[in-house]
């Protein structure tokens, strides 16, 4: 497995990743209303590329395929970590927080899903609190989470 810079020509595929990940690892923790609310599978590409680009992006990569990809902006704030869905458990995750958290200095905060939780507290990172965040009329519950380095 590879490690990379993010790249324009990755942003369909980082988004299908995302919306199946989310639809099929997620959906122990969340109902099928919330699923299809937080992953629509409308994605704006230009807004997803344009986000990428203004943060440090990276995807980790086998034999030309993504495998998961995460990113974080100059404040220290994660915003997405994914890994696909027949590929979890093998590290990945980690790999990309490991490159994503030695990028910035300072503390870094997460919004954490239900089912991210247990990944980032193994990692060092504590609650600050638990939220509901409103999509289209649906709650969904994650949790602002903060590490010091």
């Not at 990809?69 to 458990?89: C, M, N, P, S, W």
Request: glycine share 6%.
């Amino acid at each position: 497995m590879k490690i990379r810079r993010y790249q324009e020509s990755d942003c369909r595929e980082l988004t299908e990743l995302f919306y199946n990940t989310v639809h099929i690892v997620n959906a122990k923790d969340y109902t099928k209303e919330q699923l299809d609310v937080w992953a629509t599978g409308q994605t704006d590409l230009e807004r997803w590329n344009q986000s990428f680009q203004a943060h440090y992006s990276i995807v980790a990569v086998e034999n030309g395929v993504i495998l998961g990809f995460g990113d974080i902006d100059k404040t220290g704030y994660l915003d997405r970590l994914f890994v696909h869905a027949e590929h979890q458990r093998k590290g990945i995750a980690t790999a990309i927080c490991d490159q994503l958290e030695q990028a910035v200095p300072g503390k870094i905060t997460t919004h954490a899903s239900i089912t991210a939780k247990p990944f980032f507290e193994k990692r060092g990172y504590k609650v600050i609190k638990k939220q509901e965040v409103e999509r289209q009329g649906i709650f969904l519950t994650n949790f602002v989470m903060e590490k010091e380095k």
